[in-house]
């Protein structure tokens, strides 16, 4: 199975922001931010189709997430999740005294994990409380 690395960044989208007014809890927060933007050229070079689960993996944790086409760019080589549960599992938890992780500039590998459930937040969460990879 191809895999493919990518620079990995985050950020607020609007959304994300529309989406939390209805509840981290609910589908719709999974569907604005249980997401990784990629350009059209990593798409091939994944051998995948845009709307494909993903398994995205950093040196400090793994997420499925869907993969969709960027909405900004072009921008080979880089990765976007919209800042949240899923985004937290793969940066670096060590914020240097600064109280807020470094949200840029993770390299991450990604895979298509086509039959893999995208968790919601809450469930996410509950799943690295208990330790789960």
């Excluded at 040196?59 to 921008?75: D, F, L, M, R």
């Excluded at 999740?81 to 840029?104: H, R």
């Amino acid at each position: 199975m191809a895999k493919i690395t990518l620079n990995l960044i985050s950020g607020r989208t609007i959304s994300q922001g529309v989406a939390m007014e209805g509840g981290k809890e609910k589908d719709l927060y999974r569907k604005a931010c249980g997401i990784i933007e990629m350009d059209d050229a990593d798409f091939k070079k994944l051998g995948c189709w845009k709307n494909t689960n993903v398994r995205v993996t950093s040196p400090y944790g793994t997420v499925i997430v869907k993969a969709q086409e960027t909405s900004q760019g072009p921008h080979p080589g880089v990765g976007f999740i919209p800042m949240g549960p899923w985004a937290n599992q793969l940066v670096n938890p060590n914020t240097y005294s600064t109280g807020m992780p470094t949200f840029k500039g993770t390299p991450v590998e990604v895979e298509v994990a086509m039959d893999q459930p995208i968790l919601l937040g809450v469930e996410l969460v509950q799943k690295a409380c208990r330790g789960e990879v």
